[in-house]
């Protein structure tokens, strides 16, 4: 186990009804002007922009409103709300939605006390060190913004998705009322439970030894995600179990389960590649490259993938040949995928071979640079990668 040190400020407020609760939680934060962010129409059609407004006005809260946020967040919207920002005085900004609108949100945080344009902290020309704060009402369990540090963009200039990691870009507090998942449509549901189970999988992937507890820690969040999604296709409005696939999408990516060990996280880079281009749900295109990715690197430490294997896939140890249980697992994520309704081929997504070798060279930064640490992947393995999801 490496040495550590965790911090998670944000608040998390959990339950039903708790999205009530969100003026007198900015209350505390002692804000004085609001922006609230959110997306689309949806949080109208639902009543939920009503309650939140309600609660604000009721608090004594002034606010303003930016909507418009898109699945994979483009810096265009950030740059109109920083200029916003700045011209109304905002001193706190509320999300409203899921993770591009809370992504979008931090975005404009990091940027508005910035000199330099925002995107200069997506391609490391700069590093975040002030934010204006952020709280978040989630809608969407995946991910896991409303309590990590980090915030992916999309640059339209490009179609470059990057992301950028600052402990001052957690949010205040996080309202997580699972009634607010209800409505969610079955394809959004499962894209989420795509992310959450990618982002445990970054973790427990991991070049580090000796890390038994976060193993375990890992292992119980995938199985109970694995568990309730399909509950929750068949019962929409089951509210327990949508709250333990809402806590799991925190728990995956508010560093808990990195602690101690070094995460791999080629997945998600070779993954913006292709949300970047095509513009698909993050976690249809994770579904994608997850597998490809375990079949590519397997070898690298089979021991690990027999392990998940065993302990999360339920798969008899073959101790004659443990090489056929770790394909075996494998094997089972790639059906889990397929019986939630998600995709495991790019093909599925409508894509083709013609851009392939244009994500291996984004992703490497023109074979400059290697992705992940489970196995560095330089830009040909990445392309090779790339020919399995086909």
Not at 6 to 29: A, M, S, Y
Not at 90 to 108: C, Q, R
Not at 338 to 354: A, H, M, Q, R
Not at 355 to 366: F, H, I, N, S, V
């Amino acid at each position: 186990m490496d040495n550590f040190e965790f911090l998670n400020p944000t608040k998390i407020v959990f339950g039903r009804d708790t999205e009530n609760r969100v003026g007198q939680e900015i209350r505390k934060c002692q804000a004085k002007k609001v922006l609230l962010h959110y997306g689309g129409g949806s949080i109208k059609r639902l009543g939920l922009y009503e309650r939140v407004t309600s609660s604000l006005k009721e608090s004594g809260i002034n606010f303003i409103e930016l909507g418009g946020v898109k699945p994979n967040p483009r810096v265009s919207l950030v740059r109109e709300g920083i200029k916003l920002c700045r011209e109304r005085g905002i001193d706190f900004i509320l999300a409203v939605g899921g993770g591009s609108v809370i992504d979008s949100a931090k975005a404009i945080g990091i940027g508005v006390p910035y000199d330099g344009d925002v995107w200069d902290f997506y391609t490391g020309k700069a590093e975040p060190q002030k934010t204006i704060p952020v709280g978040v009402v989630l809608t969407i369990p995946a991910a896991g913004s409303e309590a990590s540090p980090g915030s992916v963009l999309t640059n339209e200039d490009g179609w470059f998705k990057r992301a950028v990691n600052a402990e001052i870009m957690r949010p205040r507090f996080a309202i997580l009322n699972p009634e607010l998942t209800f409505t969610l449509p079955p394809y959004q549901t499962v894209c989420g439970a795509s992310d959450i189970m990618a982002h445990v999988m970054e973790r427990y992937f991991t070049p580090t030894r000796h890390v038994d507890l976060t193993d375990r820690l890992c292992e119980s969040t995938l199985k109970t995600v694995i568990k309730n999604v399909p509950v929750v296709l068949e019962q929409p409005d089951n509210y327990d179990a949508r709250a333990e696939i809402m806590w799991a999408g925190t728990i995956a990516h508010n560093d808990l389960l990195s602690t101690g060990r070094v995460g791999d996280w080629a997945s998600h880079d070779i993954e913006h590649e292709i949300s970047g281009i095509y513009d698909v749900a993050h976690g249809a295109g994770l579904a994608v490259v997850f597998p490809a990715w375990m079949k590519y690197v397997y070898r690298e430490n089979r021991d690990k993938f027999v392990q998940l294997a065993v302990r999360v896939w339920n798969v008899d140890m073959d101790f004659e040949n443990p090489e056929r249980t770790a394909l075996t697992g494998i094997d089972r994520l790639e059906k889990f995928y397929k019986s939630v309704g998600l995709p495991t081929s790019l093909k599925e997504l409508g894509i083709s071979d013609d851009r392939l070798e244009e994500m291996a060279d984004k992703c490497t930064a023109g074979d400059t640079k290697t992705v992940g640490n489970f196995k560095k992947l330089g830009k040909q393995d990445v392309l090779n990668i790339l020919k399995m999801a086909l």
